[in-house]
């Protein structure tokens, strides 16, 4: 998806606004000066990055708004992406936006992604998932073997 993050530098330069990128090709030692940058600089405007390089590791608590202009198949990766800006030290409220067209490709993702996030929350009973299901059928495996024998 770095085409689409070249599209949007060109917007960005073309109507001058100040912005600063993180991709997959932004080096390591980099990724942290630029996310301190546009923490502290509030003159920047916009921080457009990937959903795969911002997933892990970036505190973006400088952003009040997160733009969605593509989704995952893995809505969990999405997920991550939009907590950059929910951490420790965000004093203000955040917006998520998601853009999408219909009936495009981009739609059908997010319509797996959500079925997906569904399926996920069914299998560990939203949060309430324990183990002791699995304790008791194995205890009483155990029990029955233990008769066959």
């Known amino acids: 998806m770095t085409k689409m993050l070249d599209v949007l530098e060109a917007f960005l330069n073309y109507h001058g606004h ?3 990128r993180l991709d997959g090709t932004t080096k390591v030692e980099q ?17 457009i990055l990937s959903t795969r390089s911002g997933g892990l590791g970036v505190n973006l608590t400088g952003a009040d708004t997160v733009i969605f202009y593509d989704s995952d198949w893995n809505p969990t990766m999405d997920a991550q992406a939009q ?20 009936a495009t490709v981009e739609e059908n993702i997010l319509k797996k992604a959500q079925q997906k996030r569904a399926l996920g929350n069914l ?11 699995f304790k008791q059928n194995q205890q009483q495996f155990v029990a029955s073997k233990q008769n066959t024998i």
């Open 83 to 102: 907590d950059r800006c929910h951490r420790i030290g965000q004093t203000r409220d955040v917006h998520i936006y998601r853009l999408i067209s219909v």
């Open 18 to 20: 100040r912005y600063l």
């Open 31 to 47: 990724r942290q000066a630029l996310m301190e940058r546009f923490n502290a600089d509030k003159r920047i405007f916009v921080f």
């Open 123 to 133: 299998a560990i009973e939203e949060g309430q998932f324990t183990t002791e299901f």
